[in-house]
């Protein structure tokens, strides 16, 4: 008697704690309900439409593959981070804490990034960055649950500098955004231009994300350069470049850039564009078949021509359908997801890369040039670049 009234108190005190919420939602979630997933991206802002970009690539990647993760449906939860670093832990704790999400996706600005990392380390989540370059997320900062499938913010300047000293031009302004993601993008030009011989004579900023180039052009034009490098993006990278031309320093002073410059803008631009060179990850024009069956699939999906931005979209969805699959599922399974990360082989449009250990990709830099309104391949900058992942330690 008294054990089965024991028996029959347990059994009553776990079906309660179930129906009110304390067992039920760990063992449903791991097993069988949806896989929530959080997209904290800017869909406003000067970076709107490479968040645009981004989700469409994501949602592309993920419905090729039948639109589930490891079998299940998924729950979408979205956030417009609008490119604010002073608000990156409150979004991204609306995300973990108010909607638990199983995976956060985000975002574009470095800034925002650090406050992604800040809840990433506390919480555990996995987090997969589809676009910030910011070095510290792959350096002193990593985690076993960060991945990142775009670059390091100097992994396309460090093939910058040697091309343009081949091409005669010894003597450089560098000019940016003053924030993290200009910084490290002049570290790696830094490296890449002096080794190859070259002297930055000048390194001007603005804050982000001003596009009041005027004063700084002016400065430009009476410094004289042999050339000008820079890292812009966005709707301000298309500002950048007609206003470049319109002072009058097109032709002049050849322009050169970290790739974004002219990703997603070239129709913003206009004739402005043509003739800059820059390296990046990736080049419209990469004549593989894998990549013009990527720009079609797009472009037939969205009326939209994709840029680097959808590619990371599409190579982070893919990422994430490959971890999934091997854990039929279960994110929960931390062990065996992270492993299949971080062992994950992405088939690209931008050409097939790996993980480095610090959880960065491993992947070729193009030199490219606009020409008549697109990015075309001139050659292999670098083959295989990883980032040093100085500092990190994995817990
Ligand atoms: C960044 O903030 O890390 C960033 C933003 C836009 C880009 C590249 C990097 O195109």
């Known amino acids: 008697m008294t054990t089965r ?5 347990r059994s009553a005190a776990i079906v309660g704690a179930a129906s009110t919420g304390l067992l039920l939602p760990q063992i449903a979630r791991a097993q069988s309900g949806k896989v929530r997933v959080g997209l904290m991206l800017p869909y406003t802002g000067t970076y709107a439409q490479l968040g645009v970009a981004i989700e469409n690539g994501v949602r592309m990647a993920i419905d090729e593959k039948g639109g ?5 449906e998924i729950e979408w939860f979205k956030v ?5 670093p002073s608000k990156g832990v409150e979004n991204a704790n609306k995300l973990v804490q108010r909607d638990k999400v199983d995976v956060l996706i ?6 925002v990034q650090m406050g992604i990392q800040k809840v990433a380390r506390e919480s555990g989540v996995l987090s997969l960055i589809p676009n910030a370059g910011v070095h510290a997320a792959t350096r002193a900062l990593c985690a076993p649950n960060v991945f990142r499938t775009s670059f390091t913010n100097s992994q396309p300047t460090l093939a910058l500098g040697k091309p343009m000293v081949d091409r005669g031009h010894k003597k450089a302004v560098w000019i940016t955004w003053k924030y993290a993601a200009g910084d490290d993008a002049l570290e790696g030009f830094k490296e890449s231009y002096t080794k190859a011989g070259g002297t930055i004579i000048k390194e001007l900023g603005l804050p982000f994300p001003n596009v009041e180039f005027q004063a700084l052009l002016t400065e430009i034009a009476s410094l004289k350069p042999d050339a000008v490098a820079c890292f812009f993006a966005g709707a301000g990278a298309a500002k950048f470049i007609r206003d470049y031309a319109a002072a009058g320093l097109k032709g002049r002073i050849p ?16 004739p402005a564009a043509e003739g800059i060179i820059t390296t990046l990850h990736y080049s419209d024009s990469l004549d593989t078949p894998r990549n013009k069956q990527f720009r079609l699939a797009y472009a037939k999906t969205f009326r939209l021509q994709p840029d680097v931005y959808a590619v990371q979209g599409y190579d982070t969805g893919q990422l994430l359908v490959q971890g999934a699959t091997v854990v039929k599922g279960n994110l929960n399974n931390k062990q065996a997801l992270y492993k299949a990360l971080e062992s994950a082989v992405i088939d690209s449009p931008r050409g097939k890369w790996t993980m480095s250990k610090s959880h960065n990709p491993i992947q070729d830099m193009y030199l490219r ?13 670098a083959k295989a670049l990883a980032d040093s992942g100085a500092g990190c330690k994995m817990a």
């Open 68 to 72: 589930k993760l490891g079998g299940r």
């Open 369 to 381: 040039v606009v020409e008549k309104g697109e990015n075309k391949v001139i050659g292999i900058a």
């Open 5 to 9: 009234r024991l028996v029959l108190t």
């Open 255 to 270: 322009l050169y850039g970290s790739g974004f410059l002219t990703e997603g803008v070239l129709e913003a631009a206009g």
């Open 80 to 84: 417009d981070d609008e490119s604010e």
């Open 106 to 111: 985000g975002t574009v600005h470095s800034g």
